[in-house]
C-alpha cells in the first residue's frame, strides 16, 4: 500500500507463528547468547521456570509478521525509527504468537513519500500482551506533487 492508502486508526492482524525450543535456542545463540534462552537447567531454576526467547526476537517475529501480511508491499522505501519498545511478558516455547497493527500517525514528506508510524502489539495464545512497540517506515506517496 502506498502512503495514501492508509489512515489513521486503521488496525491489521497477522497470522499466528509458533514459537520453538529450537528456533529460541538457534536465534539465542546467535544474537542474545544468554542462559534464559540457551540453557534449559539453568533457565529451570531462574524465574522463568524455563527457557524463554529473546525480547529482540520477539519484536523480529513482531515485525516478520507485520511485513507478511503484505500491507507495504513494494511501495515501503526504508524504516526510519523504532521507538516505545517494551517487552512486557516472556515468551515461552510452544506460545503461539500474533501481531495487531495499528496506523497511528502519518507524516507526508517531499518526493513523493510519506511516513507512517504503526503500533506493533504481540499477544500469545491466551491473548496476553507480550510485547509493544511503534515502528515507523518511509513509503510512497504517488499523490503527492514531486519537488
Do not use: C
Request: aromatic share 10%; charged share 25%; no cysteine.
Amino acid at each position: 500500500m502506498q502512503y495514501q492508502e492508509f489512515h489513521i486508526g486503521q488496525i491489521f492482524r497477522t497470522k499466528s507463528l509458533q514459537v520453538t525450543s529450537e528456533n529460541i535456542k538457534e536465534f539465542a545463540s546467535e544474537f542474545d547468547p544468554q542462559y534464559m534462552h540457551l540453557d534449559e537447567k539453568k533457565a529451570g531454576e531462574g524465574r522463568f521456570g524455563g527457557i524463554i526467547a529473546s525480547g529482540i526476537q520477539t519484536l523480529a517475529i513482531s515485525f516478520k509478521l507485520w511485513v507478511e501480511t503484505g500491507s507495504y508491499g513494494e511501495d515501503v522505501i526504508a524504516g526510519t525509527a523504532m521507538n516505545n519498545i517494551r517487552f512486557l511478558k516472556p515468551v515461552y516455547p510452544g506460545d503461539e504468537l500474533y501481531t495487531i497493527v495499528e496506523v497511528i500517525d502519518l507524516q507526508e514528506k517531499r518526493n513523493q513519500t510519506g511516513i507512517v508510524t504503526v503500533t506493533l502489539s504481540t499477544y500469545n495464545d491466551k491473548e496476553e500482551k507480550v510485547f509493544v512497540g511503534d515502528l515507523s517506515v518511509l513509503v510512497k506517496n504517488e499523490n503527492r506533487i514531486q519537488e
